[in-house]
């Protein structure tokens, strides 16, 4: 029988992944591709979170929508939320719909997000004020945000929450923790807009595609897909690169998205037993 391969061998086989994946290229058929349509790092960071939060299905599908949204914004989503009349402009929002993101939370995602930016100017600060420098990942700051918008106004429906996913009801959080990868990480998918969450904070979006790849390797133990899965998940990818975890997103998404058969030399009986090695903290 083979030998297990090392850390190393395994950190050189998903780096190459990484950059198979981390390309320009990857961009069109991506949620990201909507932000990357606008210059204004504020349209950036607005249309982003609604890109991130509506990613789930088709990817035509969802592309489709967030075009049809972006026009319903008069392609300035910075401007449309942060100015956003309740009565004035409550009509752009009727009838956009997204598989179970009704009309209904469309407004109140945007009328609360525009009490919240009038309040405290940025996206990012509705995030990093939640979080501070010495936390170990951005579940805080995820958790802030999500209360914050549930909670800005009184007559918020509960029917919002589902949209606003929270680390403490043991969600994954996949798509706001795929958002944050978006604005706070390097590199030539994402964005570096924001400055007041580091890289090494982040966690990985963890869905089906991820965790399979994940689990296979060796990476998760747990069946489910919640919050603590990603705290592990995060915790064995900052083994390999403690300054940039979440950048193994593109190897794990990649290889799965794309069918990218895996190496059988690191899965299997030859995936690393994690749980033999020491952790970072």
């Known amino acids: 029988m083979a030998a297990v391969p090392s850390v190393a061998e395994l950190k050189s086989y998903l780096d190459a992944l990484v950059d198979r994946y981390e390309q320009p290229a990857f961009i069109a058929d991506d949620p990201i591709a909507i932000p990357h349509g606008f210059d204004d790092p504020r349209d950036q960071a607005v249309i982003g979170l609604y890109a991130a939060l509506l990613a789930w299905g088709r990817r035509a599908t969802i592309m489709n929508k967030l075009e049809e949204l972006c026009e319903r914004m008069g392609y300035a989503p910075y401007a449309f939320v942060r100015d956003f009349d309740p009565e004035r402009d409550r009509a752009a929002l009727d009838g956009f719909v997204h598989r179970t993101f009704q009309p209904v939370d469309a407004f109140w995602?945007?009328?609360?997000?525009?009490?919240?930016?009038?309040?405290?100017?940025?996206?990012?600060?509705?995030?990093?004020?939640?979080?501070?420098?010495?936390?170990?990942?951005?579940?805080?700051?995820?958790?802030?945000?999500?209360?914050?918008?549930?909670?800005?106004?009184?007559?918020?429906?509960?029917?919002?929450?589902?949209?606003?996913?929270?680390?403490?009801?043991?969600?994954?959080?996949?798509?706001?923790?795929?958002?944050?990868?978006?604005?706070?990480?390097?590199?030539?998918?994402?964005?570096?807009?924001?400055?007041?969450?580091?890289?090494?904070?982040?966690?990985?979006?963890?869905?089906?595609?991820?965790?399979?790849?994940?689990?296979?390797?060796?990476?998760?133990?747990?069946?489910?897909?919640?919050?603590?899965?990603?705290?592990?998940?995060?915790?064995?990818?900052?083994?390999?690169?403690?300054?940039?975890?979440?950048?193994?997103?593109?190897?794990?998404?990649?290889?799965?998205a794309y069918e990218d058969a895996l190496d059988p030399e690191f899965t299997g009986v030859n995936a690393i037993d994690f749980t033999s090695l020491p952790t970072l903290r």
């Open 109 to 256: 995602l945007t009328h609360n997000l525009s009490l919240l930016l009038q309040a405290h100017g940025t996206i990012e600060h509705l995030f990093a004020r939640h979080l501070s420098s010495e936390a170990p990942d951005v579940g805080p700051a995820i958790q802030g945000f999500s209360h914050a918008v549930m909670h800005a106004h009184p007559q918020t429906p509960q029917r919002l929450r589902k949209h606003l996913a929270r680390p403490n009801a043991g969600s994954a959080c996949k798509r706001l923790a795929m958002y944050l990868r978006w604005m706070v990480r390097p590199g030539p998918v994402d964005f570096e807009l924001w400055t007041t969450i580091k890289p090494e904070q982040l966690v990985l979006p963890l869905d089906v595609h991820v965790g399979r790849q994940a689990r296979a390797l060796g990476f998760i133990e747990r069946r489910s897909n919640d919050w603590k899965a990603v705290q592990v998940l995060t915790e064995r990818c900052r083994l390999l690169d403690a300054s940039d975890p979440a950048r193994y997103d593109f190897a794990f998404f990649g290889a799965g």
